[in-house]
């Protein structure tokens, strides 16, 4: 069974306003099973206004790099983003729930992607290697990362000089996917974020109707 765009609205919807009302903690998975998951973004609805080969492409990965996709969910674009490091490079898959991480594994074995890497992350770490990656890519999840400031500083901590951080996530209005507007992070206010935690914007994307794509850099590179 497969969600039309207006139910893969609603479930999104639901799923924001359950976070929003405090259960347990703010897992941008929780109570929903991998199956379920892959159901929402999976939907090939989805592929219209996220634009996956064309962020991709955007974000100029080489091949050999080690790159890492924070809140990996089912894979969406963890298997996009393995297949542009290559076999010689890294992908690792980040996610707090451990069925998606069975899930990833099993995908990334079917797919024929050995460099897809699923990593068990936590709510406060990501979990990366030191000093290690060449891009650090977000896509709809830091909305949901409490004590961001502390968090940021692990994802700088991971980089390797000359390293960016990419995040993907929804202008804060009324839009017909993603959560509700007070759950959102302004541009502006995550530029700010980003920058009080020594980040510098170095490039953006304006392709994307929903959400901004911005492109960061520690500032003591």
Same mark, same amino acid.
């Given at each position: 069974? =497969?969600?039309?765009?207006?139910?893969?609205?609603?479930?999104?919807?639901?799923?924001?306003?359950?976070?929003?009302? #405090?259960?347990?903690?703010?897992?941008? @998975?929780?109570?929903?099973?991998?199956?379920?998951?892959?159901?929402?973004?999976?939907?090939?609805a989805r592929d219209a206004w996220q634009k996956p080969a064309q962020v991709v492409e955007a974000l100029n990965i080489q091949r050999g790099q080690s790159v890492a996709d924070i809140g990996a969910g089912t894979g969406y674009f963890s298997v996009r983003l393995a297949q542009a490091? #290559?076999?010689? #490079?890294?992908?690792?898959? +980040?996610?707090?729930?451990?069925?998606?991480?069975? @899930?990833?594994?099993? =995908?990334?074995?079917?797919?024929?992607?050995?460099?897809?890497?699923?990593?068990?992350?936590?709510?406060?770490?990501?979990?990366?290697?030191?000093?290690?990656?060449?891009?650090?890519?977000?896509?709809?999840? +830091?909305?949901?990362?409490?004590?961001?400031?502390?968090?940021?500083?692990?994802?700088?901590?991971?980089?390797?000089?000359?390293? =960016?951080?990419?995040? +993907?996530?929804?202008?804060?209005?009324?839009?017909?996917?993603?959560?509700?507007?007070?759950?959102?992070?302004? =541009?502006?206010?995550?530029?700010?974020?980003?920058?009080?935690? #020594?980040?510098?914007?170095?490039?953006? @994307?304006?392709?994307?109707?929903?959400?901004?794509?911005?492109?960061?850099?520690?500032?003591?590179?």
């Open positions: 069974m =497969r969600l039309g765009p207006l139910l893969l609205t609603l479930t999104l919807a639901a799923s924001a306003q359950e976070l929003h009302h #405090g259960k347990k903690h703010p897992n941008p @998975h929780h109570a929903r099973s991998a199956a379920e998951w892959e159901r929402v973004l999976e939907n090939p490091v #290559g076999n010689d #490079g890294k992908l690792y898959a +980040v996610d707090v729930q451990q069925d998606l991480i069975d @899930h990833l594994a099993a =995908r990334a074995k079917e797919a024929n992607l050995p460099q897809l890497i699923p990593t068990l992350g936590a709510f406060d770490a990501p979990k990366l290697p030191a000093e290690s990656l060449d891009l650090i890519f977000i896509c709809d999840v +830091v909305h949901h990362i409490e004590n961001r400031p502390a968090y940021y500083a692990k994802l700088a901590a991971a980089l390797k000089r000359g390293g =960016r951080l990419a995040i +993907v996530d929804f202008y804060k209005r009324d839009l017909p996917v993603g959560p509700a507007p007070p759950m959102k992070i302004a =541009r502006d206010a995550m530029i700010e974020e980003l920058r009080q935690a #020594g980040f510098s914007l170095v490039q953006e @994307h304006k392709f994307l109707s929903h959400q901004y794509f911005l492109v960061f850099q520690p500032g003591w590179q």
